[in-house]
């Protein structure tokens, strides 16, 4: 009875803090996209990870169908429902938004570090690999693209491939003096050299 009642106790915690959250977003939204796009746009995204966490993706798709619709030469519109169809695991739709964002927003780097999460997915290594590069040479502050074509190499098992990446990341941070921040990628870089054939 007592293993009940706690997962009584965290169910309606996990309840409390999901509306608790919502409606943080929701004042966030509130103040507009015009001050600070960006980080209005983040907030869209936080909210559409927390509903497809607690199974609503489907609300997701449709808010940002409709956002489309009415603004379908807007990059986030299309960004945001390609984003929609990652959380809901719907890859081959994702990939149709990409491919038609990809050709009026060749320009923008977050767009590619998504595509290269997609084509990862989908088994195709080559395409993502190429949506990295593309979008680390648009925006070199996107390091997350970096992380992305390590573990991805690891996973594959091109230790050599995946160590010159992780000392890529070494001498960014380094460079901008966050010696901290470089230990995780030394590890990694270490522990990748050491799996090379001797």
């Not at 038609?100 to 595509?115: H, I, P, Q, V």
């Not at 390590?150 to 003096?177: D, H, I, N, P, S």
Request: with cysteine; charged share 35%; glycine share 6%.
């Amino acid at each position: 009875n007592d293993l009940r009642l706690y997962g009584i106790l965290y169910q309606y915690h996990m309840v409390d803090c999901k509306e608790a959250a919502l409606r943080l977003f929701e004042k966030g939204l509130s103040m507009g996209e015009e001050s600070a796009p960006e980080v209005y746009h983040q907030i869209v995204r936080q909210r559409m990870l927390l509903r497809s966490q607690v199974g609503e993706s489907e609300k997701n798709i449709e808010e940002q169908t409709k956002k489309l619709a009415e603004c379908p030469h807007d990059f986030y519109c299309h960004f945001n429902l390609l984003v929609a169809y990652l959380y809901a695991d719907e890859n081959q739709k994702a990939l149709e938004v990409f491919r038609k964002a990809e050709k009026e927003f060749a320009d923008r780097a977050l767009l590619y570090a998504y595509g290269g999460d997609l084509y990862k997915r989908l088994g195709e290594y080559e395409e993502a690999f190429a949506c990295w590069d593309k979008a680390f040479s648009l925006d070199s502050e996107l390091t997350a693209v970096l992380w992305a074509k390590g573990f991805c190499y690891e996973e594959l098992g091109e230790y050599q491939k995946a160590y010159e990446v992780w000392m890529t990341l070494v001498a960014w941070l380094e460079e901008r003096g966050y010696e901290a921040e470089a230990e995780e990628p030394r590890r990694l870089a270490k522990r990748c050299r050491e799996k090379l054939p001797r």
